[in-house]
């Protein structure tokens, strides 16, 4: 037997070999139902620095609250051009970029309805396991009732929120902020 370091025990980076196939920045094909949306932001450390190695990777529901994923037992629509699925890797900047449709409200642990959101997990050199957080929408009604919403404190809820692009039309800004003032909120999965 050989012992050898898996990659959840090997700090990056090793994003670009083998995994540029799974890069997909558009998450909505043609003629996907629901409101197209752009996110867009940087991935920044403790000192306000772009991380030009990080990933970010993301799973939602289509516009009607339906996962593409076969175990999803909801009896809602599926929109054959919406993978649901996105990687995106950030450039020397930190910067990210995707395009999606806003998701529909899919049931929490309790059965009753989440907000709309996008779940993210962020890879990165450092990082020896994935970090998880999500994105809601502005001005969402659903995000006063959330459950994880809920459980965040709620001076610090606002790093979960996507904020409206000033002068750009369906543009939303979002950035991760690994430590320090207004770190993001990352969750315990």
Not at 57 to 67: C, D, R, T, V
Not at 123 to 143: A, H, K, Q, S
Request: glycine fraction near 14%.
């Amino acid at each position: 037997m050989t012992l050898r370091a898996t990659t959840s025990q090997t700090v990056g980076p090793f994003f670009g070999i083998g995994l540029e196939r799974l890069n997909c920045a558009e998450l909505a094909g043609p003629g996907v139902a629901g409101e197209r949306v752009t996110i867009e932001g940087r991935v920044l450390d403790a000192d306000g620095v772009g991380v030009p190695d990080a990933v970010i990777e993301l799973w939602q529901a289509n516009s009607h609250g339906k996962y593409a994923h076969p175990e999803d037992p909801q009896d809602k629509p599926v929109d054959a051009g919406f993978q649901g699925y996105g990687r995106i890797p950030t450039d020397e900047d930190g910067k990210f970029r995707f395009t999606t449709i806003k998701p529909g409200a899919v049931p929490g642990p309790d059965g009753k309805l989440q907000a709309p959101h996008i779940a993210v997990s962020v890879f990165m050199r450092g990082l020896l396991r994935r970090l998880v957080t999500r994105i809601y929408f502005p001005d969402e009604p659903g995000n006063a009732e959330d459950f994880a919403l809920g459980l965040v404190e709620p001076g610090r809820r606002g790093t979960l929120v996507a904020r409206l692009a000033p002068g750009l039309d369906g543009v939303l800004k979002w950035d991760v902020i690994m430590q320090g003032p207004g770190e993001t909120v990352f969750f315990d999965c």
